[in-house]
């Protein structure tokens, strides 16, 4: 099955800038949704954008999706400390069940 | 949203026994799923957990390995049978509800 392609696959910034994170698919999807996961811990659901919608935003969130390219970024503005964590992208396609990504390791360095 | 709460949070266990987990939700959720994830690695999907019938296993999983129990729309169990260390990994429990799903905290198994 499909699986979405985070990149990169670690990244490391001080607190205060700005983590971008891209998610890359194959096939036609319903939509696609981020997660969260602080040291193997459960996943978090942080935001979901829909297959007809381009942006989205929620609070330091930003998320971009480009159907013709199949893939979707992650903007995560003035980022802190506690934003360190595993990122996921989950792809919702259709007749199938979400699939996730293989994660993304985002490290803020206070 | 839905609050699922996940037991036992972690676990040692001896080669060739089971583990039962249990996997709780505060409301009544269409879907749940059953996750393995190795450290480092994504979430692989065991099974659909469907309500008072046998789950859906994905391709590797068997029952026979990992029997599943839904009797009601907001509880089931996962049971990881006959464990050897290969089975050492967190197992996640997921509620879905319309295109959302929340987890479990998960369990930290670790066979020896």
């Known amino acids: 099955s499909q699986q979405g392609e985070e990149d990169p696959q670690a990244l490391s910034i001080q607190e205060g800038e700005n983590a971008t994170m891209n998610c890359s698919y194959k096939?036609?999807?319903?939509?696609l949704q981020w997660y969260r996961q602080n040291s193997g811990r459960g996943l978090v659901h942080l935001i979901l954008?829909?297959?007809?919608?381009r942006e989205k935003h929620s609070g330091r969130l930003r998320v971009t999706l480009d159907t013709s390219k199949k893939s979707s970024s992650l903007l995560i503005t003035a980022s802190r400390a506690a934003d360190t964590a595993s990122y996921f992208c989950?792809?919702?396609?259709?007749?199938?069940?979400?699939?996730f990504g293989k994660g993304m390791k985002l490290t803020v360095n206070p | 949203s839905a609050v699922i709460s996940q037991k036992p949070s972690r676990d040692i266990c001896q080669r060739g026994t089971s583990l039962t987990i249990q996997c709780q939700v505060d409301s009544q959720v269409t879907m749940m799923f059953w996750y393995r994830q190795q450290p480092g690695q994504s979430l692989t999907l065991i099974a659909t957990?469907?309500?008072?019938?046998?789950?859906?296993?994905e391709s590797g999983f068997v029952i026979d390995k990992f029997p599943i129990s839904r009797p009601n729309l907001t509880f089931s169990t996962l049971t990881v049978s006959n464990m050897s260390p290969e089975d050492s990994s967190i197992y996640l429990c997921s509620g879905g509800m319309n295109t959302e799903a929340f987890f479990g905290q998960g369990t930290r198994l670790t066979v020896v």
């Open positions: 096939t036609s999807i319903n939509n």
């Open positions: 954008i829909r297959s007809n919608e």
């Open positions: 989950a792809t919702d396609i259709p007749g199938e069940k979400l699939v």
């Open positions: 957990a469907n309500q008072g019938s046998e789950a859906t296993y």
